[in-house]
């Protein structure tokens, strides 16, 4: 029809009365015959006529719009010319590769079902009755071109709008999807099997979810989700969130995100779980945080699942150092709990390195305090005892040092009397000079050095079986 392709109808009766036609070509289709004639049903539609014959037909028939171009109803100058009064006069309605001008459709007690369809201006989302379709769904394979959204449309906060259908199955949304105020009580996305979705911006504010919701391999440029309560299982997973924000929300069964990406490498913020419940299990597997994760202030039941996580950390974190160690710690925590001993010890590590950094901007160096000096000598020997082999090389070079020192005063090409200290190590010496092993194991005039040496050695070899002992047990 030649009004399906002009997207902006500036003639409103025309396409008012080409509609029209179009509703009754369908249901006197050739070969067809009916208990009514055309033109009592062009009377019905257009004018407010009563035929109790036709109204008991219309609620059973439905009326399938294919590649129509709805416009604005805005631009109608007279109200009888607005096309939304004809479907008032429709029970079951299936738009199908229609595109869409107007932000809403403010019909009830009608059957709707969008098949492959365009919105291309804001779109309103409501709670509209489903015609069946085998998806069982209201939105199927369309594209939002603007903003999309659903709230409660009053001032108050405690007032819920129910969205009480499925809505969406392998839809594509360009711009934002935004809930506010909203009870959902089936499931959101129902996409199929290897579709890739897209959000540019997902917004869920002040929103009960009481059934599942999935995002599997979707694509949300940001995603903004607070004060949500999610009543049944919610499922992320091999999706990638250019940006994430999430706040003081309460998951009450499984929280799975696995196989995700949150965040674009040295851009964005961190990923912030901040005031977040979990009240059953949380899996975080083969997840990537490319700015960083703060997990320090959320509240779980179980310890969650970080098996395979990466965490890429954002530059200038000195304001959040204590954070991202109890982070870590919660993490190492988690892998103790059920034995994973390697992994541990790797968070332990991001643990202590934490620690070491925050001491650095206290001004609490190896310098300046006894416990900085501490943390700096362990992070030297062996990174906090996860590293055996730095000990293991320390101990031969110790080794070596002694050795040929000893070699270099025996044959008398050094001597500690041509050196101005000498003095000094006179003293040093005579104040060794009760350990009498040192005698058997040092030449005259080596006893301090020969001590410092096995004492640095005894240290290393700790170091080393305390490596050892956390690859295997902690």
């Known amino acids: 029809m030649s009004f399906s392709h002009h997207p902006y109808f500036t003639e409103p009766e025309l396409f008012y009365e080409t509609l029209v036609e179009y ?13 009514f004639h055309r033109e009592d049903v062009k009377d019905y539609l257009v004018n407010d006529s009563r035929n109790n014959a036709i109204e008991d037909f219309l609620k059973e028939y439905p009326i399938v719009f294919t590649e129509i171009h709805f416009p604005n109803t805005e631009t109608s100058s007279l109200i009888y010319k607005d096309y939304s009064i004809l479907f008032k006069k429709l ?4 738009f199908n590769y229609c595109h869409f001008y107007v932000g809403y459709l403010e019909l009830e007690n009608i059957e709707y079902f ?7 201006e804001n779109w309103s989302l409501q709670d509209l009755p489903i015609l069946e379709n085998v998806n069982d769904v209201l939105y199927q394979q369309c594209i939002f071109h603007k903003n ?3 709230s409660n449309r009053s001032l108050s906060t405690t007032i819920y709008y129910k969205l009480k259908c499925r809505q969406f199955e392998s ?7 935004e809930f506010y105020n909203v009870i959902i009580d089936k499931s959101l996305f129902n996409n199929y099997d290897g579709f890739e979705m897209n959000i540019n911006e997902l917004v869920l504010e002040d929103c009960i979810i009481n059934d599942k919701l999935e995002l599997i391999k979707s694509n949300i440029q940001n995603a903004k989700i607070e004060n949500c309560n999610f009543e049944k299982t919610t499922k992320f997973v091999m999706s ?15 929280a799975i995100l696995d196989d995700c990406k949150f965040g674009i490498e040295k851009e964005g913020d961190i990923v912030d779980f901040e005031y977040v419940t979990f009240l059953n299990s949380a899996n975080f597997r083969n997840t990537t945080f490319c700015n960083g994760l703060l997990f320090d202030r959320t509240n779980t039941k179980e310890s969650p699942n970080f098996l395979g996580i990466k965490i890429i950390e954002p530059e200038n974190v000195e304001q959040i150092l204590n954070r991202l160690r109890e982070t870590y710690r919660i993490i190492k925590y988690s892998f103790d709990k059920i034995g994973n001993t390697i992994e541990a010890n790797k968070f332990y590590e991001y643990e202590m390195n934490k620690y070491k950094q925050e001491l650095k901007v206290k001004n609490k160096l190896w310098y300046n305090s006894q ?6 000598f362990n992070s030297f020997i062996s990174n906090f005892g996860q590293k055996w082999h730095k000990p293991f090389m320390l101990i031969i070079v110790a080794l070596l040092v002694r050795y040929f020192s000893l070699l270099l005063v025996k044959n008398d090409i050094i001597s500690c009397s041509t050196i101005k200290i000498c003095h000094i190590v006179e003293f040093l010496n005579e104040l060794v000079e009760p350990l009498s092993f040192l005698k058997t194991i040092s030449a005259n005039g080596m006893e301090f050095v020969t001590l410092i040496c096995n004492v ?12 050892f002992k956390r690859h295997t047990k902690r």
């Open 240 to 254: 990638n969130f250019n940006a994430f924000k999430i706040k003081q929300c309460t998951f009450s069964d499984f």
């Open 91 to 94: 029970s079951k309605i299936h």
């Open 371 to 376: 416990e900085g000096f501490v943390f700096a």
């Open 114 to 120: 969008f098949q492959d369809c365009e919105f291309h």
């Open 456 to 467: 640095f050695i005894g240290i290393c070899i700790w170091h080393t079986v305390i490596a």
């Open 148 to 150: 999309t959204s659903c």
């Open 171 to 177: 839809c594509t949304f360009k711009k934002s999807l």
């Open 23 to 35: 509703i009754l070509d369908l249901i006197f289709q050739p070969d067809t015959r009916r208990d």
